[in-house]
């Protein structure tokens, strides 16, 4: 089992920056691939982020590629999104994820991949 808590969100300004954190639990974070989602008022869950259980590969949707980093910190049981240039359209709740790795440096861009999943952090960005 694993539980995911996330924070770090909040009111921003267009073309501001927030860091959003998601805290696991448990002794095996370093085999899970981990991914962040995000889901706007009536609109579907859209991947956001994914980074491969040892940190090397990551990938992106291409709405957020070059604003958005996904990074890692295995000792810290943590899961990190930086996100800049913030636009309204970034406004949803964001969610991480966690799935059992079983292929060393894969990653997992399909919700339908991950088992478990955070209540989510509010990111609303203000134009």
Same mark, same amino acid.
């Given at each position: 089992?694993?539980?995911?808590?996330?924070? !770090?969100?909040?009111?921003? $300004?267009?073309?501001?920056?927030?860091?959003? *954190? =998601?805290?696991? *639990? !448990?002794?095996?974070?370093?085999?899970?691939?981990?991914?962040?989602?995000? $889901?706007?008022?009536?609109?579907?869950?859209?991947?956001?982020?994914?980074?491969?259980?040892?940190?090397?590969?990551?990938?992106?949707? @291409?709405?957020?590629?070059?604003?958005?980093?996904?990074?890692? @910190?295995?000792?810290?049981?943590? /899961?990190?999104? $930086?996100?800049? *240039?913030?636009?309204?359209? @970034?406004?949803? /709740?964001?969610? =991480?994820?966690?799935?059992?790795?079983?292929?060393? !440096?894969?990653?997992?861009?399909?919700?339908?991949?991950?088992?478990?999943? !955070?209540?989510?952090?509010? /990111?609303?960005?203000?134009?």
């Amino acid at each position: 089992q694993v539980q995911l808590v996330e924070s !770090g969100g909040g009111l921003v $300004q267009a073309g501001g920056s927030l860091r959003l *954190s =998601c805290a696991a *639990s !448990g002794r095996t974070f370093s085999s899970y691939n981990m991914g962040w989602f995000r $889901q706007a008022p009536g609109k579907e869950r859209e991947f956001v982020a994914a980074i491969s259980a040892n940190g090397a590969n990551t990938a992106y949707a @291409d709405s957020v590629k070059g604003r958005f980093t996904i990074s890692r @910190d295995n000792a810290k049981n943590t /899961v990190y999104l $930086q996100m800049n *240039s913030l636009k309204p359209e @970034d406004t949803a /709740v964001y969610h =991480c994820s966690a799935a059992r790795s079983y292929y060393s !440096g894969s990653y997992y861009t399909s919700g339908n991949e991950y088992a478990y999943w !955070g209540q989510g952090t509010q /990111v609303t960005v203000s134009s």
